[in-house]
T-cell receptor, first 116, second 111 residues
Framework: DAMVIQNPRYQVTQFGKPVTLSCSQT?????MYWYQQKSSQAPKLLFHYYDKDFNNEADTPDNFQSRRPNTSFCFLDIRSPGLGDAAMYLC???????????????FGPGTRLTVL | EDQVTQSPEALRLQEGESSSLNCSYT??????LFWYRQDPGKGPEFLFT???AGEEKEKERLKATLTKKESFLHITAPKPEDSATYLC????????????FGKGTTLSVSS
C-alpha cells in the first residue's frame, strides 16, 4: 500500500544534542511537509518542499532545518533541541492537482520526540 | 488573520446518539476545507475535502457539510470505534499550500 513512513516512531535526545527525524513516501507526491504538534494543540506547519524548492514558515525557529535529497525522502534536523521542542513531529505529502491546486495532505504516523 | 475554531472541545456520546461537530473559519479566499481523524499517538487520517458552500460529502456514519462561514461534521448513530479527535483545517489561496488547523474536537463514544 502507498504510504508515508516516519522513523523512528519515538526519539529521546538530550538537551542541545542534535537529532534527525526521517520521512519517506511511496505515494510519489511532489510536496512534502513537516508539522509540529504539541499535546492537545493543532498541528503547526514548520516548512514544506515543492519538489526541491524549500519553503520556510515565517515563525519557524532557525533551530529547525530540513533536507530533501530525492522525491521519496525528507529529513527534519533539530540542531540544538530545547525542552520546548518536545512534541510529535508529523510528515505529510500531497500532490498538485489541475490548475495548480493543492490536493489533500496525507500524514505519516509521527515521531514522538522527548528532550531530557 | 486566517483562523479556525472548532467546537465543542470535547464531546461524549452514547452509542447510537447522533450529533454534530462544528468548525467555523475566517479566511480570505477559501481554497478548501479538510476534515481529519486523529487517534491518540498517531498521525491525522484524511476524511473529506470540501471546496464550495453547499457541498456535502459522506463516508459511512460521517457526513461533512460546508457553508461560507462554517463546516459541520455530522455523526449518525456513532459506535465506540468512532472515538477520536476530529481536526478541521482550511487552505487559503493567499497562503499557498499551508493548512491552518483547528485544535480539534475529541469525541468519546461509550457503549
Amino acid at each position: 500500500d502507498a504510504m508515508v513512513i516516519q522513523n523512528p516512531r519515538y526519539q529521546v535526545t538530550q538537551f542541545g544534542k542534535p537529532v534527525t527525524l526521517s520521512c519517506s513516501q511511496t505515494l510519489n507526491h511532489n510536496v512534502m511537509y513537516w508539522y509540529q504538534q504539541k499535546s492537545s494543540q493543532a498541528p503547526k506547519l514548520l516548512f514544506h518542499y515543492y519538489d526541491k524548492d524549500f519553503n520556510n514558515e515565517a515563525d519557524t525557529p532557525d533551530n529547525f532545518q530540513s533536507r530533501r535529497p530525492n522525491t521519496s525522502f525528507c529529513f527534519l534536523d533539530i540542531r540544538s533541541p530545547g525542552l520546548g521542542d518536545a512534541a510529535m513531529y508529523l510528515c505529510a505529502t500531497s500532490s498538485i492537482g489541475r490548475g495548480l491546486s493543492y490536493n489533500e495532505q496525507f500524514f505519516g504516523p509521527g515521531t514522538r520526540l522527548t528532550v531530557l | 488573520e486566517d483562523q479556525v475554531t472548532q467546537s465543542p472541545e470535547a464531546l461524549r456520546l452514547q452509542e447510537g446518539e447522533s450529533s454534530s461537530l462544528n468548525c467555523s473559519y475566517t479566511v480570505s479566499g477559501l481554497r478548501g476545507l479538510f476534515w481529519y481523524r486523529q487517534d491518540p499517538g498517531k498521525g491525522p487520517e484524511f476524511l473529506f475535502t470540501l471546496y464550495s458552500a453547499g457541498e456535502e460529502k459522506e463516508k459511512e456514519r460521517l457526513k461533512a457539510t460546508l457553508t461560507k462561514k462554517e463546516s459541520f461534521l455530522h455523526i449518525t448513530a456513532p459506535k465506540p470505534e468512532d472515538s477520536a479527535t476530529y481536526l478541521c483545517a482550511v487552505q487559503a489561496y493567499q497562503a499557498g499550500t499551508a493548512l491552518i488547523f483547528g485544535k480539534g474536537t475529541t469525541l468519546s463514544v461509550s457503549s
